[in-house]
């Protein structure tokens, strides 16, 4: 088995649902179930992963006829010694420990050269974008409908809104805290 970045086995896995997708299906549904809880390639990548996959044999390609008016599209599908490749890497493979980069917390960590106020603009800020987030995913996870084939990145996605129902949870109760600390310690 050729070594592959995680970007070839995250296309790879998409490709493995059973249809064929042109590279803006894959980025389309990479965008709708791994950017909510890993990340989302970009088009340049996609479309380069797609052509590593197809010249190891993983993945097979064709050209598609114009809808009216719109040009000749290339569509891939993930081939048998694709799908057991895969299948290995997800059996397999070392999993990467989640690598935590949490741009509020650090601000927190440095509240001490903020304002009060502007540690909890940042703080709400963040729970604004933490509950936009999980809303996404239930919106995500209601779109992928009872497709058998999406059983598993439903569950996925069911865990992205809990994740972000957390992150909203953890900035109110880090509000309170801060509130908290300010009537201990009233900012110089």
């Not at 040009?71 to 081939?79: F, L, M, N, P, Q």
């Not at 999993?95 to 440095?110: A, E, F, Q, T």
Request: net charge neutral; proline share 6%.
């Amino acid at each position: 088995m050729p070594e592959l970045p995680a970007t070839s086995w995250a296309v790879l896995g998409l490709l493995s649902f059973g249809r064929e997708l042109s590279g803006y299906d894959v980025k389309k549904w990479s965008d709708r179930s791994l950017g909510l809880f890993y990340w989302s390639p970009s088009f340049s990548q996609i479309y380069s992963e797609l052509k590593r996959l197809e010249k190891t044999g993983y993945a097979t390609s064709r050209l598609v006829a114009p809808e009216t008016g719109s040009r000749e599209k290339r569509v891939y599908r993930i081939t048998a010694e694709g799908l057991a490749a895969v299948r290995t890497w997800a059996r397999t493979a070392p999993l990467d420990p989640p690598v935590l980069k949490h741009g509020p917390m650090l601000r927190l960590w440095l509240g001490h050269l903020l304002e009060p106020d502007r540690m909890r603009e940042i703080l709400a800020g963040h729970r604004e974008y933490a509950e936009s987030m999980r809303l996404r995913a239930e919106s995500d996870a209601a779109d992928a409908g009872t497709d058998e084939a999406w059983a598993y990145p439903r569950l996925t996605l069911t865990w992205a809104e809990r994740y972000y129902a957390a992150e909203r949870d953890l900035a109110d109760a880090m509000l309170a805290d801060i509130e908290r600390l300010e009537k201990e310690r009233p900012w110089p």
